[in-house]
């Protein structure tokens, strides 16, 4: 059971965008419970430990343990971590039959509200999905996402002295009076240094 259960209340979500994000979220309080809480109101700084579970409104946040700061300017960076920590969020959709989300997953994730970018290390995976089917996905060691821009970057990294690869699976563009499929979903992208896509639907 969840020992300690904070709320914040914010004008400024804690992962919040005017443009990928769903609107709504940025008006909702920030609820963040764990098993333990240690706080410096001082440093202004908090540390969360044990079954970690951050909601905002269509936001989720989990893993074992989230340490959470505030800059001078009152911007919050949290950092995630856990086997593995996880994030997902609904996006802004102009069309109402479509639910569409983005999902993250890595062995530490990194939120900067300043910059609102979520950083994934090692294990890393960053997905879309549209009424529960997968349309794009991101593996690697190191992933960057955009949120603002809808944009990520994403590095192989190293391992046991051996570069990895970047995955990439991407949806085929619907085409109209389309009879059937011919596009490829899967598309292999090779980079020794890094990769940035971004979403053309």
Do not use: C
């Not at 609107?23 to 202004?44: L, N, T, W, Y």
């Not at 989230?66 to 911007?75: A, E, I, P, R, W």
């Amino acid at each position: 059971m969840l020992k300690n259960k904070i709320i914040l209340i914010a004008a400024t979500g804690f992962a919040a965008a005017a443009v990928q994000a769903l609107q709504s979220d940025s008006s909702k309080p920030i609820e963040i419970a764990a098993d333990r809480f240690s706080g410096d109101q001082v440093q202004q700084t908090a540390i969360y430990t044990g079954n970690v579970e951050v909601h905002q409104g269509s936001l989720e946040m989990h893993g074992d343990r989230m340490d959470l700061s505030v800059n001078k300017k009152g911007y919050r960076t949290g950092v995630m971590t856990g086997r593995q920590a996880r994030f997902k969020q609904q996006r802004d959709n102009p069309d109402p039959r479509i639910s569409e989300w983005m999902h993250a997953q890595a062995d530490k994730m990194i939120y900067n509200e300043e910059k609102d970018t979520i950083t994934l290390i090692t294990n890393a995976r960053l997905t879309r999905t549209e009424n529960g089917v997968l349309k794009d996905e991101a593996t690697g060691q190191l992933i960057v996402y955009d949120i603002r821009n809808a944009r990520s970057q994403a590095q192989g990294g190293m391992v046991s002295g051996e570069r990895q690869r970047v995955t990439t699976i991407i949806a085929p563009r619907k085409k109209d009076n389309e009879s059937g499929s011919s596009a490829k979903d899967t598309t292999g992208l090779r980079s020794s240094d890094s990769i940035g896509a971004r979403r053309k639907e």
